[in-house]
């Protein structure tokens, strides 16, 4: 049995409990402590949490059995620490986007008295992850090389962030700058790695079946499974209902290097770039929809259609090529597959 977010939530506060009494060694002033637990549940609780989860289910997937209490919680720390990194990352990402909203309530920095001390918050729920990591894994012989993990997914990231920055500011347009190639880096290495192949490398580790040929099978199929992912993302950003998908999107808006306008920008007639030109990434609600219009017009939801089409059989294919001999599972990756395939939100 897959685990819920209602188990998954209800470790929640323990570790909330080790990372104070981490701090109250150092005997931090009360105001500072309260100030870093309410950073801990604002910023980490409240999402899908389907990365966290992702540990549990896969460590169940590959031992082939439920876990009793003390595994359960140990995984479930694990995809805890996924998700203090993925608070780390929104955090910084809503101060640097001037987001306004994360997961229905106002970003963080916009929290009253708030403000730049989110940068500091940031720092903080990262460096909650090395706590608890200290605190239940050091005695494991994998200890170092989950830290090592931990750091070099955090480096991955911020080097696809690098690059979305720098290719789509969103104060100024320039189409120029924008290619596949580029977008292709910044979703391995800005989604793909911390999403889909980090909850998969603990679960291994966890489990003592970390070999080397396991971590590079899962590799080999979960990063394309990430991309896919993050195109899937752009596209439901444009098609979706906006009831279904729980959000308005805005990738046309922040000029986002995003995979349509990539596409719109490979096929597009001279006349066709010149309406991308004059209205991709600018915060008008006719000029989005002039782009909207240019996408209906080059059948972009057709584009996706064959490439959902041809990169479904392409991992299925890797899947089914999986060798299992060192105890990794198929399951692990069809589980995946299963949970984004044809997805509307």
């Known amino acids: 049995?897959?685990?819920?977010?209602?188990?998954?939530?209800?470790?929640?506060?323990?570790?909330?409990?080790?990372?104070?009494?981490?701090?109250?060694?150092?005997?931090?002033?009360?105001?500072?402590?309260?100030?870093?637990?309410?950073s801990l549940y604002h910023n980490t609780l409240g999402g899908k949490c389907n990365r966290g989860l992702s540990v549990i289910d896969t460590v169940q997937l590959i031992l082939d059995?439920?876990?009793?209490?003390?595994?359960?919680f140990k995984t479930a720390t694990l995809g805890w620490m996924i998700e203090l990194l993925q608070a780390f990352f929104l955090v910084s990402d809503d101060i640097?986007?001037?987001?306004?909203?994360?997961?229905?309530?106002?970003?963080?920095?916009?929290?009253?008295?708030?403000?730049?001390?989110?940068?500091?918050?940031?720092?903080?729920?990262?460096?909650?992850i090395y706590i608890l990591l200290k605190k239940y894994f050091r005695q494991e012989k994998?200890?170092?090389?989950?830290?090592?993990?931990?750091?070099?997914?955090?480096?991955?990231?911020?080097?696809?962030?690098?690059?979305?920055?720098l290719t789509a500011p969103e104060d100024h347009v320039d189409l120029d700058n924008f290619s596949l190639e580029k977008y292709t880096f910044i979703v391995i290495y800005k989604t793909a790695y911390y999403s889909f192949y980090l909850p998969v490398a603990l679960a291994l580790y966890f489990a003592g079946l970390?070999?080397?040929?396991?971590?590079?099978?899962?590799?080999?199929?979960?990063?394309?499974?990430?991309?896919?992912?993050?195109?899937?993302?752009?596209?439901?950003?444009?098609?979706?209902?906006?009831?279904?998908?729980?959000?308005?999107?805005?990738?046309?808006?922040?000029n986002k290097c995003s995979w349509l306008v990539n596409q719109a920008l490979k096929i597009a007639t001279p006349e066709q770039r010149q309406v991308l030109e004059q209205n991709y990434g600018q915060k008008d609600k006719q000029k989005e929809a002039k782009i909207k219009e240019l996408y209906n017009?080059?059948?972009?939801?057709?584009?996706?259609?064959?490439?959902?089409?041809?990169?479904?059989?392409?991992?299925?294919?890797?899947?089914?090529?999986?060798?299992?001999?060192?105890?990794?599972?198929?399951?692990?990756?069809?589980?995946?597959?299963r949970k984004i395939y044809k997805r509307s939100k």
Not at 65 to 72: C, I, K, V, W, Y
Not at 118 to 123: E, G, Q, S, T
Not at 222 to 235: A, S, T
Not at 311 to 331: H, R
Request: charged share 30%; proline share 4%.
């Open 65 to 72: 059995r439920p876990l009793n209490e003390d595994e359960f």
């Open 142 to 165: 994998y200890y170092i090389d989950v830290v090592e993990l931990f750091q070099e997914v955090t480096f991955q990231t911020e080097l696809g962030q690098t690059c979305d920055l």
């Open 1 to 38: 049995m897959p685990a819920t977010l209602k188990e998954f939530e209800s470790v929640f506060p323990q570790l909330v409990k080790d990372v104070e009494a981490h701090c109250e060694k150092y005997k931090l002033p009360d105001q500072a402590l309260t100030w870093f637990s309410k």
């Open 297 to 337: 017009e080059l059948k972009l939801d057709e584009v996706f259609a064959k490439y959902e089409a041809e990169v479904f059989e392409s991992i299925k294919g890797k899947i089914a090529q999986v060798d299992e001999s060192e105890g990794l599972k198929k399951a692990v990756f069809e589980e995946f597959l």
């Open 210 to 254: 970390a070999t080397e040929k396991n971590l590079k099978q899962a590799e080999d199929i979960l990063i394309p499974m990430g991309e896919y992912f993050q195109v899937q993302d752009d596209y439901l950003d444009n098609f979706a209902d906006p009831t279904v998908l729980g959000k308005i999107g805005t990738d046309i808006q922040d």
């Open 96 to 128: 640097m986007d001037s987001s306004k909203t994360r997961r229905g309530s106002p970003c963080w920095y916009l929290m009253p008295n708030v403000g730049m001390i989110a940068i500091n918050d940031a720092f903080l729920l990262e460096a909650a």
